[in-house]
């Protein structure tokens, strides 16, 4: 109980882009019905962490509107809550937040408004299960300073988090921020030598956070470049708490859809969103059951409250409340679905082509491996199948961009009846 | 915002037996997430009404602790709120309501608590879309004392709530409890002469109330058979206000089933639960999206968190979290789903054949015109096909009985591999 | 977290007789804020059971009312809940509840959902401070089959909840129910022989409870009575929980008078409730803070939302929203305040005397070792004191009655001005 | 139903200063159980405008969680919410909001999800009870594009929101910032040709908002002195919306005293808590009722759960769960309150003085004509009666300043024993 979380919500603007257009990394919705935040505040609530802060200040109003909307209804236990800080003005600070330390010394008169013992610092757009009990365990029996959740190099070789060389006694000795860029072979040395990547994930004593930001490195921004390995250079006991279980980090749209593949597996190693014990909480709602006149599903999560026609699905995620047409067929893609159901569709007799669009996918048309953000509306006879074979393409004037090879059709955009993307 | 609306959950004991073995009618599942009373209490609330009481005394404990999740987080507005009054015993009075009227007349004391100006008297499992405020300015433009919802008799002419016929301003000059029984042609002749059939709701000025139950007719237990046609007699002003839409009272396990499976069109002159002016209330859930391996369904509507393999589903109601196994083939069938994700099954070792069976339905079974009530176990290479053609037929030690020609697997009742129901 | 609080609501209706001519015992309200009942229902969930029934069937309306109101905002940690189980009919039962073990015993289908390992059976109108874990880790390491939770029969040599005696291991050799009555000194020489005072406070293990209630006393209603003395007489493991803290089983009028007098004392001996780390929950409630114009107040509880004017208060309890004139004095009672804001007094001209009277107490009134229940109307120039020195009296018809030298004025009674009593 | 109100929270940094040093103008402490913006947030719900966005930038972090906590449990009706919007960054605007009209243009994108008809644009931090539906009803009789709420210029001449002056159909025909710093002589002149004081409260047509801020005035930053002079001066129908209730606007540390002064008269002119049909929302609280040891209390406010011993509390404001020690006397004063009970005083062997000083206000203090922000330490033998008196003064190093002569002890500041203010 003396845990408190500290959630940062916002991650990267661009790595995501244009997912992150209207809001931040937290609030993408990801596997049908949840946002990305939902998987580490469910891990806080399955970890009896009941104290959670999430601080947001990029595009951060879908994200503080969720956080609000999922987290009231959910029972946190004594004193328990989830509170959004957004960044604000003070009389003493006029900026914005400068980074993930920043954040958290300006808000630290916030944060110590109960006597928590440690703080569990946390992103919180990456996607894995964890019981951070077993973290806080081993962190309070090692009598560290700091505990750094880390994963195995060779798996995660990219993660731009840090890497960390351990001693026998699973303490940090080393801390580089920069080695990713490094090629693998010399990498699988590192490891070899004891390296481990960081996740991003700081456990820190309540007073020796304090000391960090204030006394020991006042002007430093960020946690993971600055401040850690900080502390480990001055030599604080920073210990390697090893985590095996599957992590993502969503440093790209590929990522981002690689991870919403994987949760399509029935047996799956990525993101188990069926376990009664670790349920992923997010915001109730009081949708219909989803009605289907005649389809053929395949390897593929169906969301609440959709509405399918006669269509073929195959390897895809279809988010909430999503109307596919007669004959359509979605491949190896993500739907994310709308926020309402139209009622009916407003003309105003000029530019019918595409004010006659309703949200959802339009009769005839075929989706192969891309991405459709909220409330789009996709007319008929259309083809989302990056027909010249693009790897990254700018067109957002036309409502879409590719990203690795994959199509991302953006939030509310109109694609024409007879478009070939 | 003056009329308080009075829900009577219970309904008949026997008629939808035995999907009413252990829950009052009210709370029989209904259309994958919802049960029989969400229908009426949406409709309160979707008129306005917001101080809604729902009497209950048969098997209502999952009733009652349904509307308590259910309705709690809904928005009722200022002073609005859905209580749940259970039969009680009192000083003066030991015994059980002994019907509709005994039951209000015993809590006028708590019914009176806000300056209602008229009760609105509601059976809680019927099935309808009405917007009682018209019926509430019908009855206050023609200044009745009571007002009766009523319907073509032509259409019902099966309704056991009572025949009314009406002068031409619309006021009920009789009201006939048992016409029912007559014969159709009889019955036509009656709606040639003006008769209608009641629907079971009253509109009751609060003074009338006061003055039916304590003066007129103290003794009288129930309002259908009693108060109402004694209202009538005595030449109170009684109002029809006549109804012309969808409107289902479930006299038989025949009629519900016929209920559900008009819920599956999409082009339905049943009830809509699609539509965003008048959202259909139920219990806020954080279930998972539906994983499906390899389905193909046609004129079905799939329930929150379901868990579908390699199946055919056809003409079926597939309530929340159900698991359908491999090789299954469901036809015309409703399946509840079930409370819970099974995590393992418990094995004592000694009768394998049931207890090793999950909830949900095994491999290679086929469940074709059957009701699976929530929580069923049926096992592999089951046939659930009234292979018999039996019509009526209690089975109830062997885990079901047949109304109508259709199979009504019980709650939690476990059907062994390889059985032929 | 593998326990279920099993709460019975009603007590008796005759001990706390005119409290419960509208409600159950633990909805009386108490200690200005509060019901009965939230001493219980705060102690499991400050013991961390957050899995806890209410069964009730006397006078139910308000206890269920209070129970969803009051608990559904409180966060009861993942999987928690309050729900109330109302007394019902089904088919093999047309009766009411016949007693706590018959209750328990109807109710099993219910109560066995969790599987939970053992159910804590709790009278719901005792008011007490107990930590229930300790109980539960005495119980387990004990291995008993049950524990029973009891205090020094010398306190209480008057419950009426059965005298047990201890042999050295704390293990419970004998349960009699009817000791009760045996003279003091009698009394003294049982505790001399190891005798305690059961709390009727039980803690079963599940199986011991299926066995009990279905196998070994199928017949039994009551389990202070019979379920629990027959496992006594049958060599079970009975093991006893001595508890010293305050404990108050609201036996009469007298002793609830008693209790709420403890509440007042800023050093207490009575239940705290100012404790941070055990709050006692109740109903939230909007209520606009206490206006007081010119009031002396001595070793009093003073309500949220109270109007008090020139006037004397001392020694007493007064409860939300309590209206109190000029020149008022209030001595040594306890005032249940009212459930609303009069707005307006509403006069039909007739008796005028009686209904002009406001809610709340009137101008240059006197009370003295009262209790005045909710929303009373005491009027001008009232003595409330007993003035000929009753000790028990029955005038009902006047709006009061007196028990122990007590006046109590019911719920929603009208005082006339001038009247004395 | 379509009305979107927006509500600022912030008003301005420095007018009530130091009561903003840690938290926006809205979040202020008021009237011992609410915050300033409850007033503004309950006349929308009371007026049954249920579209709630809250605008909020400086200091916002107990704002948000106050408005977070105190609304989501109030019954909003059908799709209505309290909406916090903070201040955020997106790839296209890095900055802060530039004023109410930047924050209104970069949030339209989100403040037209719902098809609402007009804004309603509101300061968070004015004290008033308004039935806007009244305003709405006249805008719309009047065909307005504008409406502008308006008083007196006599009663308030010195309103910093803008002059304004109608023609005798009462459309604005001037409108004029600057007019505030003439002399009263003239600004009765003023009256005379039909001035009156504007109260910043706009209600403005969609389309006409939308075509304001982006297509006449796309760099204004301001409505009070850009975008609506500008409106008026382009011909625009602007009506005014005339008031003659109690309003307060809080131009300063004195303003708001008075203010919370009013609130202590049982017949007042000023703003009413106490008023059933139009209740003032704000957090639910679990608190104990108030425990009086012996107090004499005149003309005062006392909230939920505080302990009062033996002390004189007179013509005084005293908030949630303040501790009044023994001989203590109180006048003329605002104690806000603490958040809060302290259990134990932590101490460290060195300064005892301070450490030692539990929250509240210590053993024969006294407290005349200061405002005790919360959590403050008040030791004993204190005198806080602005001995010197001082008009205007900074003493914050010693946890005070002195503005209009009262004395304003800061949030958790400590006055050690024996001080004199």
Not at 163 to 176: K, W
Request: aromatic share 8%; net charge negative.
């Amino acid at each position: 109980q003396s845990v408190a979380a500290i959630v940062f919500g916002d991650g990267s603007e661009s790595r995501l882009y244009p997912l992150t257009k209207r809001r931040s990394e937290g609030a993408i919705p990801m596997a049908a019905n949840y946002r990305l935040i939902d998987a580490v505040v469910s891990n806080c609530i399955n970890s009896n962490i009941n104290k959670i802060y999430a601080l947001t200040q990029f595009n951060s109003t879908s994200l503080n509107a969720h956080l609000s909307k999922a987290y009231t209804g959910v029972s946190l236990g004594k004193e328990g809550f989830v509170e959004v800080i957004a960044a604000y003005q003070s009389p003493d600070h006029q900026g914005w937040f400068q980074g993930s330390a920043d954040a958290m010394r300006r808000c630290m008169w916030v944060l110590e408004e109960y006597p928590v013992t440690e703080f569990l610092v946390l992103p919180g757009h990456h996607l894995y299960q964890m019981d951070y009990q077993k973290l806080i365990e081993a962190h309070r029996n090692s009598k560290a300073d700091i505990s750094i959740s880390a994963i195995s190099a060779v798996r995660n070789h990219s993660s731009g988090l840090g890497l960390i060389r351990l001693n026998s006694e699973g303490q940090v000795i080393e801390f580089n921020v920069n080695l990713e860029t490094k090629p693998i072979n010399e990498s699988s040395h590192n490891i070899a030598c004891g390296y481990s990547s960081s996740m991003g994930i700081y456990l820190i004593n309540r007073d020796i956070m304090a000391k960090l930001l204030n006394e020991y490195y006042p002007d430093a921004n960020d946690f993971g470049s600055e401040v850690i390995p900080g502390a480990v250079s001055m030599g604080m006991k920073v210990q390697a708490y090893l985590f095996d279980g599957y992590w993502e980090e969503m440093r790209s749209i590929e990522a981002f859809y690689t991870a919403n593949m994987e949760c399509i597996k029935t047996s799956t190693n990525g993101y188990n969103f069926y376990d009664r014990d670790s349920p992923v909480y997010t915001t109730p709602r009081y949708l219909p059951p989803t009605l289907i006149s005649d389809a053929v599903i395949t390897d593929s999560v169906i969301g609440h409250g959709c509405i399918l026609n006669r269509c073929k699905i195959k390897g895809s995620i279809v988010g909430t409340r999503t109307r596919i047409g007669d004959r359509v067929t979605v491949e190896d893609s993500i739907i994310m679905g709308s926020d309402t159901y139209q009622q009916y569709v407003q003309s105003n007799g000029g530019d019918r082509k595409c004010l006659d669009i309703p949200i959802g996918i339009g009769e005839d048309t075929l989706v192969r491996k891309a991405i459709i953000d909220k409330n789009a509306r996709i007319g008929s006879n259309v083809l989302i199948i990056n027909k010249d074979d693009v790897q990254e393409g700018e067109r957002e004037a036309n409502g879409y961009i590719i990203s690795g090879g994959i199509v991302v059709v953006l939030q509310g955009a109109v694609i024409p009846d007879g478009s070939i993307l």
